[in-house]
Structure formats: C-alpha cells, structure tokens
C-alpha cells in the first residue's frame, strides 16, 4: 500500500493559506483593539470639563490649571457647563492637611447652591477637625444628612484619591478608593430639620432632599478654610 503521510502541497496553494491565516490574526487584533477601546469608553466615560479645561466657569484667580490638574485658590465654587440628569462622575482628587471641599449635584441655583443642592462631602478625615467632627461631615457623606458607611477610607493629604458618584433620580451613591461608602434614596428626607435616623439637619441645609429637582448644576467647591484641593481626570458618563 502506498504511504500518503507525505503529501505534496504546491508553493501557490501554501502561500494562499499562509495570507489567509495573517488575515485572520490582523482581524481579531482589530477587534480585539475596538472591544478595548469601546470597554475603555464606557468605563471612563467623556471629560466633564473638557480637554483643557475649556468648559469650566470659574472667576479668575480662583482656580489654577497645572497641566492635567486644578488646584484651588480661594472659596468659590468651580462649575461644569450645563445641566445634568441621571449620570456617574468619576474623578480624582487630593487634600491638603485639613482639607474640607465637596462635590455638588443637583443644583438648581449656582448664586445660592447651598440650600438648593446635594453635597457629596470631601475632607481630610485624618486631621483632628475632620476626624473628630460628625461623621456626616466627613468624606463620603452626603453632607448633614448621611455619613458614610466607613470613616478613613479617604487617603492621607498628598496622595491622591479616585470617587465615584452615581446619581440615578433620587437614587445617589458614592464610591471612594474601590469602596461603596454611601446610598441615599432622597425621596426618605421629607424633612427639611431631622433626618430620617432622628438626627438633625444643619439650618443651613432646609430643603427637603425629597422635593429636591434631580436634575441641575454640578460644581467643585474650592478652598473652603485655609487647606486647598486639587483634581483631575474628571470624567462623566450619562
């Protein structure tokens, strides 16, 4: 019987199958390229403040652009251009010694934010003002009305930090550092004075987060006190 283990393949027919499997690998880096890169999108979503910063509306001498980061200068409220709904901010950030800023969402007054808003709370909890103080003034809280569910999860000042904010209508949670620290369902705080838990809500703060509208302004508050923040990569998915 014949041996057919050998069996002779012509130069043309091997180099049409050699181009067929080049091609084949050059389409799956293509998509293999195009699934990371759609995955990378949806993770990290559209710069809220643009390249360089160019959708940011702030007063002169306030705030400074250092490259890729913003620094504080004084206690004013830096904001996003337009209105937002249903979305996840994600950024980072890094506190001086004593830092006390926030994050605000909701805000339906930019002129008089503080009692028309909600204020994710950003502080260095690892000074004696901040770590001593109430926990719903500490990072992560909702502030005055909902601390977070674990206190010092926030770096200590100079390093930096990754956050995490979703805000589904009433529904608000916080990330910080790769932990869930807080949820809130607005539609709980009917009260304007006491919190669901029984605590009080500060007198500034008497707008019941139930009428709150779900949709506005959101804004980075400054150098509130004598300790500055920084942030950067500050991304928003809708």
């Known amino acids: 019987m014949e041996n057919l283990s050998y069996l002779w393949v012509s130069p043309r027919l091997k180099h049409s199958i050699a181009m067929k499997h080049i091609a084949q690998g050059f389409l799956g880096i293509i998509l293999l390229l195009a699934i990371t890169a759609c995955s990378t999108n949806n993770q990290t979503g559209t710069l809220l403040l643009g390249e360089n910063f160019d959708l940011a509306n702030y ?51 930019k002129e008089n934010w503080i009692p028309n808003s909600v204020e994710i709370q950003i502080a260095d909890d690892h000074s004696a003002q901040w770590g001593d103080a109430r926990k719903d003034y500490q990072c992560g809280a909702i502030f005055g009305h909902l601390p977070a569910t674990e206190q010092k999860v926030v770096r200590p000042p100079g390093e930096w930090n990754q956050m995490t904010i979703s805000c589904q209508g009433q529904l608000i949670e916080v990330e910080l550092n790769g932990k869930k620290v807080n949820s809130m369902d607005m539609s709980l705080w009917t009260s304007g004075t006491v919190n669901p838990d029984g605590s009080e809500i500060p007198s500034w703060l008497p707008t019941p987060f139930a009428e709150l509208p779900t949709k506005g302004y959101i804004g980075f508050q400054g150098k509130h006190g004598d300790s500055s923040i920084s942030f950067r990569n500050i991304r928003i998915r809708l």
Do not use: M, P
């Open 59 to 109: 007063e002169e001498g306030t705030w400074e652009i250092r490259e890729d980061v913003l620094v504080a200068h004084e206690d004013q409220v830096l904001w996003a251009t337009g209105e937002f709904e249903n979305f996840e901010l994600s950024f980072e950030f890094k506190n001086e010694e004593g830092t006390n800023s926030g994050i605000i969402v909701y805000c339906t007054d």
